[in-house]
């Protein structure tokens, strides 16, 4: 029987946030319960359980240690990580307008252009969408996806939360 594969080995390609992903916590004791939480992540770092993932293929699905706890936390996002969001927790430098090919721009949720003058880029949506609450108490949809490159994206977001811009 071989042996799980190293979540950690895998550094940041290792889709922690993957929906599909099954987690397994196996506590001390051998009891065992699927899916993973802060709690979860609490418990193995004090040494009570041992965490592991079945990550789905086509084919077959491979199971994988969680390893390295601290990645795991910057991988589900309890844990702001620079270099896996893009974003650098400050103060964002935020320009923005509707979208030129908005086709309802009264709408409840209209695409915007977004442009962040910090130097930032979004490489996870979530992630972002929280930073501009917290700044802007902007309500970004992180249900569907966005585009752009280097400083220049598209989100869709509340049109009321933008303000009187929108």
Same mark, same amino acid.
């Given at each position: 029987?071989?042996?799980?594969?190293?979540?950690? @080995?895998?550094?940041?390609?290792?889709? #922690?946030?993957? &929906?599909? %992903?099954?987690?397994?916590?196996? =506590? /001390?004791?051998?009891?065992? +319960?699927?899916?993973?939480?802060?709690? @979860?992540?609490?418990?193995?770092? /004090?040494?009570?359980?041992?965490?592991?993932?079945? $990550?789905? &293929?086509? #084919?077959?699905? !491979?199971?994988? /240690?969680?390893?390295?706890? !601290?990645? #795991? @936390?910057?991988?589900?996002? $309890?844990?702001?990580?620079? @270099?896996? *969001?893009?974003?650098?927790?400050?103060?964002?430098?935020?320009? $923005?307008?509707? !979208?030129?090919?908005?086709?309802?721009?009264?709408?409840? #949720?209209?695409?915007?252009?977004?442009?962040?003058?910090?130097?930032? *880029?979004?490489?996870?949506?979530?992630?972002?969408?929280?930073? %501009?609450?917290?700044?802007?108490?902007?309500?970004?949809?992180? +249900?569907?996806?966005? +585009?752009?490159? &280097?400083?220049?994206? *598209?989100?869709? =977001?509340?049109?009321? +939360?933008?303000?009187?811009?929108?």
């Amino acid at each position: 029987m071989a042996e799980p594969r190293s979540a950690g @080995a895998m550094g940041t390609e290792f889709p #922690y946030e993957l &929906g599909t %992903m099954c987690y397994i916590e196996v =506590a /001390a004791g051998g009891a065992v +319960s699927q899916g993973a939480d802060r709690a @979860a992540c609490q418990r193995a770092l /004090a040494g009570q359980s041992r965490l592991f993932a079945v $990550w789905p &293929g086509n #084919y077959r699905s !491979d199971l994988f /240690a969680i390893d390295d706890l !601290d990645q #795991y @936390a910057r991988g589900m996002g $309890w844990v702001h990580d620079e @270099a896996r *969001t893009g974003l650098v927790d400050h103060e964002h430098q935020v320009r $923005w307008q509707v !979208d030129e090919f908005e086709r309802n721009p009264n709408g409840t #949720y209209i695409s915007v252009e977004v442009r962040l003058d910090c130097g930032c *880029t979004i490489r996870d949506l979530r992630a972002f969408a929280e930073q %501009m609450r917290q700044q802007r108490g902007w309500d970004v949809a992180t +249900s569907g996806g966005y +585009s752009g490159v &280097g400083p220049r994206f *598209t989100v869709r =977001a509340r049109r009321r +939360s933008l303000g009187p811009q929108a």
